[in-house]
């Protein structure tokens, strides 16, 4: 009864996976992630050198190498298709390796990875490296949480051609350096739910959520009272896997390097702003220093869609 009680919790939940998973944690991620998405499953495979063929695709993210998560340090890997076929490309973190059905692949050292299973087949024809750093189909694509010009955001796996090479809509991933996103949430119909895998992060880097949703969007009924209730922060560090169900606000700061991992796809417009309605509640409250929301001031004068 805990574990389903567990399950249908709304909220925010963070596992750290660094040098072996904490599976109380990640267990219970992984329980609310299947309930709220019929087959689809998840797992975290800590210094493994294999991952087994299976009847579904598998979306595999690297997260450590002989046990850090570490870009200097490289790893070979092999994938073997159901005719004993073979391709082989260096891995490192914050690649994707793409396992279709029957695939089999096989490392030459320890690997930490992050394996989805999704019960949709590719439309699209997808390699088996996808690797933001070394393919050239891939470049920086300012948005979403990194809008700077100079931003550091690479579309590995996209619901659109027009921002990606590499379109399968039953996940998206995209790598990217998040210093101030905005404030916005998925909204629960028509929206999806996210993953923020960290792989490098600065001191002091947080994330800013809330689970007050409803209430941040009706600005003008928001009480004194319940201002401290709004809005939760957690400092990040490498290795974290936050889950951010459809419906929660969230918002990145101050220095994080993470694979954003959306399921399903990345939607368009389902990216709602929220800053507008958090500086609308400071000025109507006369919030300020301490006491006020904190929100991203070039998205605050208008309402954001995406």
């Given at each position: 009864?805990?574990?389903?009680?567990?399950?249908q919790?709304p909220g925010?939940?963070?596992?750290?996976?660094?040098?072996?998973?904490?599976?109380?944690d990640?267990?219970?991620?992984?329980?609310?992630f299947?309930?709220?998405?019929?087959?689809y499953?998840m797992?975290?495979?800590?210094?493994?050198?294999?991952?087994?063929?299976?009847?579904?695709?598998?979306v595999i993210f690297?997260q450590?190498?002989?046990?850090?998560?570490n870009?200097?340090v490289?790893g070979n890997a092999?994938?073997?298709d159901q005719?004993?076929s073979?391709?082989q490309s260096e891995?490192?973190?914050?690649?994707i390796?793409?396992?279709?059905?029957?695939?089999?692949?096989?490392?030459?050292?320890?690997m930490?990875?992050l394996?989805?299973?999704?019960?949709?087949?590719p439309?699209?024809?997808?390699?088996a490296?996808i690797r933001p750093?070394w393919?050239p189909?891939?470049?920086?694509?300012?948005?979403g949480?990194?809008?700077d010009?100079?931003?550091?955001r690479?579309?590995l796996?996209?619901w659109?051609e027009d921002v990606?090479?590499?379109i399968?809509?039953?996940?998206?991933?995209?790598?990217?350096?998040?210093?101030?996103?905005f404030?916005h949430?998925?909204?629960?119909?028509g929206g999806?739910?996210?993953?923020?895998l960290?792989?490098?992060?600065?001191?002091?880097a947080k994330?800013i959520t809330?689970?007050?949703?409803?209430?941040?969007t009706?600005p003008?009924?928001?009480?004194r009272?319940?201002?401290d209730?709004?809005?939760?922060e957690y400092e990040?560090?490498?290795?974290?896997?936050?889950?951010?169900p459809?419906g929660v606000?969230?918002r990145?700061y101050g220095g994080?390097?993470?694979q954003?991992i959306?399921v399903?796809?990345?939607?368009?417009?389902?990216?709602?702003?929220v800053d507008?309605?958090l500086?609308?509640i400071?000025?109507?409250?006369?919030l300020s220093?301490?006491?006020?929301?904190?929100?991203?001031?070039?998205?605050?004068?208008?309402a954001?869609v995406?």
């Open positions: 009864m805990a574990q389903e009680i567990q399950a919790k925010v939940q963070i596992a750290n996976v660094s040098n072996g998973v904490d599976n109380k990640f267990e219970s991620i992984r329980e609310a299947k309930e709220r998405n019929p087959g499953d797992t975290y495979l800590s210094a493994t050198r294999n991952v087994e063929p299976q009847d579904y695709t598998q690297v450590e190498i002989d046990g850090v998560t870009q200097d490289t092999t994938v073997y005719t004993g073979e391709k891995a490192i973190v914050g690649d390796l793409m396992l279709h059905e029957g695939e089999k692949l096989q490392f030459d050292t320890d930490g990875l394996v989805f299973k999704t019960p949709v087949k439309k699209h024809v997808l390699p490296f750093d393919d189909n891939i470049t920086d694509v300012p948005g949480c990194a809008t010009i100079d931003a550091y690479r579309i796996l996209t659109q990606g090479e590499y399968y809509h039953a996940l998206n991933a995209h790598r990217v350096r998040i210093y101030d996103s404030s949430y998925h909204p629960v119909e999806f739910d996210e993953f923020y960290v792989q490098m992060v600065v001191p002091g994330l809330s689970e007050k949703t409803d209430m941040i009706r003008d009924q928001v009480e009272s319940q201002v209730e709004l809005i939760k990040l560090d490498v290795g974290d896997l936050i889950y951010l459809r606000m969230h990145g994080v390097l993470a954003v959306t399903p796809g990345f939607i368009p417009g389902s990216e709602i702003g507008h309605h500086r609308a400071n000025e109507r409250l006369g220093g301490d006491e006020a929301l904190p929100f991203n001031e070039e998205h605050s004068h208008e954001v995406r």
